[in-house]
């Protein structure tokens, strides 16, 4: 296993214990994101991406947090113990969802994601800083799919939307549904509803 590429992005400094988060590219062909590089009591470490366990509601089935003291969905009360615990006695509330089988190659990994991690506090400090954490869009011989093309391949009637340039929570239609008018922003409300 080789550790071809790791990418950093810092957290804000007035972050507590999480200092940043990483990616790390096994062999040019497999990249594992989400890890983070955590001061613990005894130093830096990297923690595996990983999701929140969850359990069953008794009596409706729904699933819940394992630190949820009601159901999500009938609100009925839940045990807070259902956790199961490790040998210290703490609850187990998080499962890895990629992790190091043995230890050497968690501590090649560890190594490698620290060694990046001071170059890019070093690299921070630089005038014209750019994180390049996020630029896994697409490869360089890749071109980005568009939903124009998507469209046409898939024929018409399809709405098709704008870029999302404009801020979050904004929608923008291209084109009026089938068969419906687009109301003005004069028409009284509820119009163009047909």
Do not use: W
């Not at 969802?97 to 050497?104: D, E, G, N, Q, V």
């Not at 890749?142 to 404009?166: F, I, L, W």
């Not at 089938?178 to 922003?185: C, F, L, P």
């Amino acid at each position: 296993m080789v550790i071809t590429e790791v990418r950093i992005k810092l957290c804000e400094a007035n972050s507590e214990r999480l200092l940043a988060f990483c990616s790390v590219t096994f062999d040019n062909a497999f990249v594992v994101r989400d890890l983070k590089i955590i001061e613990g009591t005894k130093g830096m470490f990297v923690a595996m991406p990983s999701r929140k366990l969850t359990d069953r509601c008794t009596k409706c089935s729904c699933k819940n947090h394992l630190r949820a003291r009601f159901c999500n969905s009938c609100g009925s009360r839940l045990d807070e113990s259902r956790a199961m615990r490790d040998v210290e006695g703490r609850a187990k509330l998080h499962a890895d969802i990629a992790h190091p089988i043995h230890s050497a190659a968690r501590e090649q990994i560890q190594s490698a994601v620290i060694k990046a991690f001071a170059e890019e506090r070093e690299r921070a400090k630089m005038p014209g800083y750019v994180c390049t954490y996020d630029d896994y869009d697409y490869d360089a011989d890749d071109s980005p799919v568009s939903y124009g093309s998507m469209v046409a391949e898939m024929g018409k009637g399809v709405r098709t939307h704008a870029p999302h340039a404009a801020p979050k929570g904004t929608h923008f239609h291209t084109e009026a549904p089938v068969g419906k008018s687009v109301a003005k922003a004069t028409d009284d409300f509820g119009a163009g509803i047909g």
